[in-house]
């Protein structure tokens, strides 16, 4: 005969037959089931698990603490810089933007490129001629001065970054300078560098992106002078040193100014980028001050440099100081627009450099910068800009209608351009596809 639960637990050692009946009294106390009731059934209660098949058997869950709330993972990102040569005015592209009655619009000059505007962060172009003043009057070379509405042209297409320290600056004397920055007062958005006011605050020009700033500095070989006036000194920022008191330009030293600025900017900001306008007109090869330059710059704390003035491209490349510091440097990106006469002069390099941002840094990446190839386009009879193209989208039968050939004795063939951009930016050439999302890299017209 099979003995009850309660004789076969008398049989139990004391100690146990105690757990035994508490358990069985707080089941019936609170209406759980008893032995024999509902087998199987899993009851969960204040971290208490309790089981009840033919023998009472207790399991105790461990108590659960609330989890602590995680800071969210850090989603690394890029930020893209993009910049273009010499917005060299000569007066045919003047009148291009001349309208009736009077009125002059820019807005042409940077057809084609509004996807790569789009997609950058950081826009750069190097304002060649001065603004310095509608009521001056309009020139050309080799004393220029150009509309202010090429300024409103820029600003409409969202650069952000003019640079204005050039061997023309000085070309309508210290009042086109003052004239020019107190146009650009009408576009606080843009911040222009290389020169600056009597009273200007601070010597560092910074552009913020989200979290991360650049610091933006801007210098010139010099104004087309031999010795910098009195008028000019602190207000245009020097590549090269001068003396202190007759101005004159050491053309083979870099001005301590510059290395001081870095060391600055250093502090300041996350990256340093450095534009000097500097180097030999229509030399393809960096001249040795540029390399010297280049070297003292990036050691100082320089992460990229941004070279312009020769009127033709230079290579791009890597910078290594003797404290092993690197920097990305681009000796020369040529014209952005431009009426020259030299065929080379109409290959120009668009600068684009993707920097990486992780939690904790920022680099640039090796593989998404380098340099797109372009083409400056201009008709003849009379000269007039007409547009500046993509390498990848010009042809032979533009080339062959290329307004240079009017000239005489010049010829420009697509084949050249190829070459030329082959043996000049080497590994460094980029394509529209390589720069731009899928559904913005499609060529335009």
């Known amino acids: 005969m099979r003995k009850s639960t309660f004789a076969r637990a008398l049989l139990l050692p004391p ?11 707080i089941t019936s106390e609170t209406g759980l089931p008893v032995s024999g009731q509902s087998q199987g059934t899993t009851i969960e209660s204040q971290g208490t698990e309790v089981s009840h098949p033919d023998d009472v058997v207790v399991e105790t869950i461990p108590h659960q603490d609330e989890e602590t709330p995680q800071e969210p993972h850090f989603q690394e990102y890029d930020i893209s810089l993009m910049a273009l040569g010499d917005n060299l005015m000569h007066m045919g592209i003047v009148y ?3 309208r009736e009655g009077g009125a002059y619009d820019y807005s042409f000059l940077f057809q084609g490129l509004e996807d790569c505007l789009a997609a950058a962060d950081v826009k750069i172009i190097n304002q060649e001629t001065i603004f310095g003043g ?17 300024g409103d042209a820029i600003a409409a297409a969202e650069f952000n970054v003019v640079l204005h320290a050039t061997n023309h600056t000085a070309d309508q004397g210290i009042e086109g300078l003052n004239n020019c920055l107190s146009y650009w007062e009408s576009h606080p958005e843009v911040l222009v560098t290389g020169i600056r ?7 560092i020009p910074l552009l913020s992106v989200g979290d991360i700033n650049f610091a933006i500095l801007n210098y010139t070989y010099g104004p087309n002078m031999s010795a910098l006036a009195p008028e000019f000194r602190g207000r245009l920022d020097m590549l090269c040193a001068y003396d202190a008191e007759s101005g004159a330009i050491d053309f083979t030293s870099l001005n301590p100014q510059v290395l001081e600025d870095i060391e600055e900017a250093r502090e300041l900001a996350e990256i340093v980028i450095v534009c000097p306008h500097w180097g030999t007109e229509y030399e393809t090869v960096p001249s040795s001050y540029q390399r ?18 020769p009127h033709v491209p230079q290579p791009v490349e890597w910078v290594t100081a003797e404290n092993g510091n690197t920097s990305l440097c681009y000796f020369s990106l040529g ?3 431009s009426t020259q006469k030299q065929a080379l002069c109409m290959l120009e390099e668009m600068a684009w450099v993707t920097f990486h941002v992780t939690e904790n840094s920022i680099s640039i990446s090796p593989g998404e910068s380098g340099v797109v190839p372009l083409v400056c386009h201009y008709r003849s009879g009379p000269v007039r800009l007409e547009k500046v193209y993509l390498l990848e989208d010009y042809t032979e039968e533009m080339a062959a209608r290329h307004g240079i050939h009017s000239y005489g004795g ?30 913005l890299s499609v060529s335009q017209p």
Not at 134 to 144: E, I
Request: charged share 20%.
């Open 292 to 309: 010297s330059f280049a070297a003292e710059m990036t050691e100082a704390g320089a992460d990229l440099i941004i070279g312009t003035h």
């Open 410 to 439: 010049v010829a420009l063939h697509l084949e050249d351009l190829r070459n030329w951009s082959k043996e000049i930016m080497g590994d460094f050439i980029l394509k529209k596809s390589d720069i731009l999302p899928e559904d």
């Open 134 to 150: 509608n009521q001056l009057g309009f020139s050309g070379y080799p004393y220029f001065n150009s509309p202010t509405e090429i």
């Open 96 to 98: 291009t933007g001349r």
């Open 197 to 203: 006011s009597e009273t200007a605050p601070d010597r």
């Open 15 to 25: 100690l146990v037959l105690a757990c035994v009946l508490s358990v069985s009294l």
């Open 335 to 337: 014209n952005y627009v």
